[in-house]
């Protein structure tokens, strides 16, 4: 299901969808937040990209997306702290993000993700200093 550029603020409610959707590409819209109920009935999807929305606060995909197997949050920076350390496990979804992804903390902003481990983020805490938190709303 393509709904990229629609000027979206929100995910819409996907249930009628959701037992056949597979893939939800959200490209280029405006979200600003995704709630862990957003989520709710669209856990069939394997695929979801949100590239290049201002999104200030994520969900738990890992949790609310069972069956993800593909993030792409390309053009979204975030906070690289112990809430994305699930990312870097070796049996979690493939997460596709910007060279450069961090906002916070400033040790990673020029860091490239590949060259942060699943151990630097367990071990850094989230600052709440920059509202992009996995929040499970």
Known sequence: LYIG???????????????????LIARYNRIVTIRQIDLFGISSITQLDL???PILALPDFLSGLPNVAQ???ERVSFDC???MAGWKKSDAPSLRVDPKPCKDPVAYKTKDWTAISEFDL?????????????VGI
């Open 81 to 83: 702290c112990k809430r």
């Open 51 to 53: 590239t290049g929305n």
């Open 5 to 23: 550029r629609n000027f979206m603020t929100s995910l819409p409610n996907l249930t009628a969808i959701a037992p056949t959707a597979r893939k």
């Open 122 to 134: 367990q071990v850094t805490p989230c600052s709440g200093k920059f509202s992009t938190l996995l």
């Open 71 to 73: 993030l792409t949050l």
